[in-house]
């Protein structure tokens, strides 16, 4: 394979892991994995599980433009010899948990899937074993898709800045930002049993709501929830964990990542003015979670590595065990984020869904890898398959915000000084059925996605992020 250098260099990027198998001029027998829009080119291949029958276990695959291909039948055919590939869906496997035989597999599957490559595509039989047509083999039906590990730990994070001081103008008019932000990275722990695969429905959570501003002596609420909300997230999943007592190094943390998905954090935001003091989030967060079911690697990220969040000379530096060099110079990542939505008065007629939001996940104040470094300094100990999930993702400008709450607010805490803004002000985003939304109604679908572009390089995509509200149970 010819050897691809970025713009300018001429020649591979070792510390950015960059290699042949992100030549952008490379193509695959696979003929759907070649066409420029799709989110899975040669150069992607993230990992996933699939149901492909009632009767068989699920199947740890790679998605390669419209197919999977099955990684176990590929093993048992001797194909992936050598590679670590014990049980995939396991997390204690190597290939989960050990980059460098993540990278060596990388590139055996890139190689079996060249366009002139023939071990794989002219073995019919093994081939139509391997090679799972992502809308079923008779195009009857599409497979279930999950997660190709099942998170045991949840962890989510509070990393935009952006998101922060629009939330906290929001709450506390005169103190947006609180004073420990810009020195920890703020985080929660949340709950692993309600993730769920992208695709599952939810019914709208019920609990307590705070007593009417009216009359603060009246006792809460109580009922289905009525501010519900969404959070774009981005998800850092754990390939490496590390011992009780035994922090991770902000120099070793990315190598603990396996990789990134789409998490939608559903929030119901009046349930969580009432609950979160003092000790956070509980019920309002803790009843869903959406997860995409591809899980980005590391290695195929390597080309959208860029600059951690350059701070302001006024903000304080990190704390020794939050920086490192190497983290300054590329522990942020350039990734897209869409987040659209369809009303089940949309889909009824058939409309497409509706963009909300377009935003970028390099506005992030905080990096994975000093999350990481944070959530363990303690000794805590991470494991194989944990989600830590970035917090809402939001940029400068009001079209790149995360979540509901902040979209439909007329807040605005960087144009105006947050004194002088009421907070309580909001505009509904009208669809195009002239429906209107301030917060999400029942039978709306919430549709997240994402996507690295970079000059010289393939585009790589996530795939969907969906979940849909169904009515409170009665
Ligand atoms: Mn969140």
């Known amino acids: 394979m010819a050897t691809h250098g970025h713009s300018g260099s001429g020649h591979p990027d070792p510390l950015h892991g960059i290699d042949e198998t992100h030549d952008p001029n490379l193509k695959s027998w696979v003929e759907s994995a070649n066409d420029p829009a799709t989110d899975f080119p040669i150069q992607n291949l993230p990992l996933c599980l699939v149901e492909t029958s009632a009767q068989d276990p699920w199947a740890t695959a790679v998605r390669v433009g419209d197919v999977y ?71 009857t039906g599409a497979f279930d898709e999950e997660p190709p590990i099942a998170p045991s730990n949840y962890t989510d994070f509070y990393a935009s800045i952006h ?24 985080g929660y722990h949340g709950r692993a049993s309600s993730i769920v695969p992208s695709g599952t429905s939810f019914h709208r959570p019920v609990g307590q709501t705070s007593p009417p501003d009216s009359d603060p002596s009246a006792g809460p609420g109580f009922g289905p929830c009525k501010l519900m909300d969404y959070e774009l997230e981005i998800g850092c999943i754990i390939g490496r964990g590390n011992a009780l007592g035994s922090p991770v190094s902000i120099a070793d943390a990315e190598s603990h990542i396996f990789g990134l998905c789409l998490v939608n954090d559903w929030s119901a935001r009046d349930l969580q003015k009432w609950e979160y003091v003092p000790l956070g989030p509980f019920l309002a967060k803790n009843f869903a979670t959406t997860i995409s079911p591809y899980i980005v690697t590391m290695e195929a990220l390597a080309p959208f590595r860029i600059p951690a969040y350059e701070r302001p000379a006024s903000d304080p530096r990190p704390l020794p065990y939050l920086t490192s060099d190497a983290n300054t110079a590329r522990g942020g990542f350039d990734i897209a984020l869409e987040v659209h939505l369809q009303s089940a008065e949309m889909a009824k007629r058939s409309m497409s869904p509706v963009r909300l939001s377009k935003g970028n996940f390099r506005h992030m104040y905080w990096t994975f890898a000093q999350m990481i470094a944070h959530h363990t300094v303690n000794g805590c100990n991470l494991q194989p398959g944990d989600l830590l999930a970035s917090g809402t993702i939001s940029g400068p400008t009001r079209d790149s915000r995360g979540s509901m709450i902040e979209l439909t607010w007329d807040g605005d805490p960087f144009a105006n000084p947050p004194k002088l803004v009421p907070g309580s002000q909001r505009t509904p985003i009208e669809l195009p059925t002239g429906e209107k939304r301030t917060f999400l109604a029942d039978g709306d679908t919430v549709i997240m996605k994402a996507y690295c572009e970079r000059d010289g390089y393939r585009r790589i995509g996530f795939g969907e992020c969906r979940g849909t509200v169904l009515p409170a149970r009665t």
């Open 69 to 139: 291909v099955l990684l176990e039948p590929l093993r048992d055919a001797g194909l992936l010899k050598g590679l670590g590939i014990a049980w995939l869906a396991n997390p204690q496997s190597e290939f989960v948990e050990v980059p460098s035989i993540r990278s060596a597999c990388r590139k055996r599957l890139v190689e079996l899937l060249l366009a002139d490559s023939k071990e794989l595509r002219d073995n019919k039989e093994l081939s139509a074993r391997v090679i799972l047509p992502v809308d079923g083999a008779s195009g």
């Open 163 to 186: 998101h922060a001081t629009n939330v906290g103008s929001m709450f506390r008019p005169d103190n947006a930002l609180l004073p420990n932000y810009k020195h920890i990275p703020i």
